[in-house]
């Protein structure tokens, strides 16, 4: 199957500091990206959806401002996690589709932890 | 909105089947996933089955789907230690580039004894 990448696998960073996750897909293009986050034991929450060259579709309670998405390239998504804290310590994952594919490859999760 | 139920654990021993079941509440499913997640890692699509179709067969694993209650499963046969992690049921209503855009439940321990 085609390979997602993100990077990095995990980063601790100190409060009010931002944070930025890539997401790569390796060997497709990657015309839609998705954005997970997971607390401990328990489900993928998705945050957002982005598209290649427009602007991300944030679910509702997900604030826009904290978390900046930015897919700026058909093999490149970016997450920033604004003035962190430790309440959005957590397990960052993304996924990426093409166009002819039935289904979403994921990356191998981000750990963040902000101390 | 989506909502995806699993319980919560399960524990077979080795060479037996596992059955992990998950309900949903979406009836315009267009495809239901299983992931399988290891510690400290992210997921692995193990299969997935289209929303007309009732049954999946892929080496050991089978899914069963019945629409109408709308109630999904994974059966693996002769369960290996190997198998133990947890396994997530997912579902997607889009279609197009929303396809990914995947609803998961809690996921399931599974937990298998030598």
């Known amino acids: 199957g085609a390979v997602v990448s993100q990077h990095p696998s995990w980063v601790i960073c100190k409060s009010g500091t931002s944070v930025k996750i890539e997401c790569r897909s390796l060997?497709?293009?990657?015309?839609?990206m998705f954005w997970y986050r997971q607390f401990p034991k328990q489900s993928l929450m998705l945050m957002a959806t982005?598209?290649?060259?427009?602007?991300?579709?944030?679910e509702q309670g997900v604030e826009k401002d904290k978390f900046l998405i930015n897919h700026a390239s058909l093999t490149l998504s970016t997450l920033t996690v604004t003035s962190a804290h430790p309440e959005d310590s957590s397990f960052y994952i993304c996924?990426?589709?093409?166009?002819?594919?039935?289904?979403?490859?994921f990356g191998q999760g981000t750990r963040l932890t902000v101390v | 909105g989506e909502d995806v139920e699993q319980s919560l654990f399960l524990s077979v021993r080795e060479g037996d089947s596992s059955v992990i079941n998950c309900t949903y509440t979406?009836?315009?499913?267009?495809?239901l996933y299983w992931y399988k997640q290891e510690p400290g890692a992210g997921l692995q699509l193990l299969t997935y089955?289209?929303?007309?179709?009732d049954m999946k067969q892929d080496q050991r694993l089978t899914v069963l789907l019945n629409k109408k209650d709308k109630h999904l499963s994974l059966r693996i046969a002769d369960t290996q230690t190997g198998d133990s992690a947890i396994y997530f049921c997912a579902e997607s209503i889009g279609r197009g580039s929303t396809l990914g855009r995947l609803y998961f439940g809690r996921g399931t321990q599974l937990t298998v004894w030598p």
């Open positions: 979406d009836s315009s499913s267009t495809y």
């Open positions: 089955i289209f929303s007309n179709m």
């Open positions: 982005s598209n290649e060259g427009s602007k991300a579709t944030y």
């Open positions: 060997d497709f293009q990657a015309t839609t």
């Open positions: 996924s990426a589709t093409g166009n002819m594919n039935t289904e979403a490859f």
